[in-house]
């Protein structure tokens, strides 16, 4: 079962606009969520938990346990957020499921 | 810390050789795991070990991968025979103990012509 889930694929977006990028989640204990950032064939980076509640870059996201939700959000988006998101979730024990990731251009 | 280290970072074999895949994770921790990435199914979780110990291999795809931790510094992940389906980037990640944050490091490129 799809534990994690990004409805889009690609989100494109002029600079300077709003960025949300959406993530579900599906977990029947206390969930702990994260966003992690892949640039352009680099490694993965932890953009940010929910635990931590804070900024990273302009990012934000609030866990909403009543949606199930984990949303990303920017009010101001830049050409160098370009890159890769995924949502994940820590499972039992220590194992990090991913969505399948959302694709953000920043177009100039 | 120089991170989680991956070796080799490109390796382009023919169909049927064996792929040997190589991690060195942060150092004191205890936790590794092997993810795939590709264009069609993203990130899969391959294995994970705690411990030096495999938990979790379900995701590994079947019986031509194999994953060993001999000791907490270092794990391979081997393929035999290869196939073209196998071409993906595979990542190793570690972590401390449960629930803390896990680190990637930069990626084995695989391609299997």
């Known amino acids: 079962a799809q534990r994690v889930t990004q409805p889009e694929k690609l989100l494109s977006v002029f600079k300077g606009a709003p960025v949300e990028l959406k993530c579900n989640y599906s977990y029947s204990g206390s969930p702990e969520l994260f966003w992690y950032v892949q640039y352009s064939r680099q490694r993965l980076q932890l953009l940010l938990r929910h635990i931590s509640r804070e900024s990273i870059k302009g990012f934000t996201a609030d866990l909403n346990k009543g949606e199930t939700s984990f949303h990303l959000k920017k009010p101001f988006a830049q050409e160098e957020d370009s890159a890769m998101y995924y949502c994940?979730?820590?499972?039992?024990?220590?194992?990090?499921?991913f969505g399948g990731g959302t694709r953000l251009m920043v177009k100039p | 810390d120089a991170g989680v280290i991956q070796s080799p970072r490109h390796e382009v074999t023919e169909m049927g050789q064996e792929v040997t895949l190589r991690c060195k994770p942060i150092?004191?921790?205890?936790?590794l795991f092997w993810y795939r990435q590709t264009m069609m199914r993203g990130l899969e979780l391959l294995i994970y070990?705690?411990?030096?110990?495999?938990?979790?291999d379900s995701g590994m795809p079947e019986d031509r991968f194999s994953a060993k931790m001999p000791n907490a510094s270092f794990s391979t992940l081997k393929i035999q025979p290869s196939e073209p389906r196998d071409s993906a980037v595979y990542f190793c990640?570690?972590?401390?103990?449960?629930?803390?944050?896990?680190?990637f490091g930069e990626g084995s490129w695989l391609t299997v012509v």
């Open positions: 150092s004191g921790h205890n936790s």
């Open positions: 990640a570690s972590s401390l103990a449960t629930r803390n944050t896990i680190y």
């Open positions: 070990f705690n411990n030096n110990v495999p938990i979790d």
């Open positions: 994940a979730l820590i499972e039992a024990g220590n194992m990090l499921t």
